[in-house]
């Protein structure tokens, strides 16, 4: 998808419609919309981070929505095409809770080495907090991203090895009410 034209080419639509959870007529428009916002086909990071923005007005979205960016980035090109858009859109909003749970593993895992360390888990919990602010009442058990990170570790780490791996992650994950509703958020909304 080099120069952008104003369609999708037939191939293009037909290899889309096999990776998504989109019909024909839905890729379209997203596609006239992904290019209207994008008019060279390519979404950069602080574009992305504008789009969070305008969800989370009260919180600071930033440091989450570029952690979301790169698991979108799958090239790590450093920009989104509508290829890798469409894709995580699909998987976020219409794909199985398995799918959800693979994509939300590849944000966890931010050295990409198969397995979620505490510290990994903290950094993005740290984000969502700072992105909702104070929108979300919590318990005391998670009143600070700390508190929420040693809960799940607790909960999930059924090994005690200070790790997640994806079995692990994806067992404790379906356990966890909140994370299961968290991966339903985009549901329905396309």
């Not at 602080?46 to 440091?63: A, T, V």
């Not at 740290?126 to 570790?153: C, H, N, W």
């Not at 966890?176 to 509703?181: C, L």
Request: aromatic share 12%; with cysteine.
């Amino acid at each position: 998808m080099g120069n952008r034209p104003s369609k999708l080419s037939k191939d293009e639509l037909l290899q889309l419609q096999a990776d998504t959870h989109f019909d024909k007529k839905e890729l379209q428009q997203w596609y006239k919309g992904f290019l209207k916002d994008c008019p060279s086909g390519k979404l950069s990071e602080e574009g992305f981070q504008n789009i969070y923005r305008q969800f989370f007005p009260n919180g600071d979205s930033s440091e989450f929505a570029s952690k979301v960016f790169h698991v979108f980035d799958k090239d790590s090109s450093g920009e989104i095409d509508f290829k890798e858009f469409i894709c995580a859109l699909s998987i976020t909003s219409r794909g199985s809770v398995e799918d959800k749970l693979e994509w939300a593993f590849q944000l966890y895992d931010l050295d990409k080495d198969g397995k979620i360390s505490y510290d990994e888990m903290l950094e993005i919990v740290k984000a969502i907090y700072k992105m909702v602010g104070s929108m979300v009442q919590l318990p005391d058990d998670e009143a600070t991203p700390e508190k929420r990170v040693s809960k799940i570790f607790r909960m999930m780490d059924k090994d005690e090895n200070g790790f997640l791996d994806k079995q692990e992650f994806k067992e404790g994950s379906q356990r966890d009410e909140s994370i299961v509703s968290a991966l339903s958020l985009y549901d329905g909304l396309v």
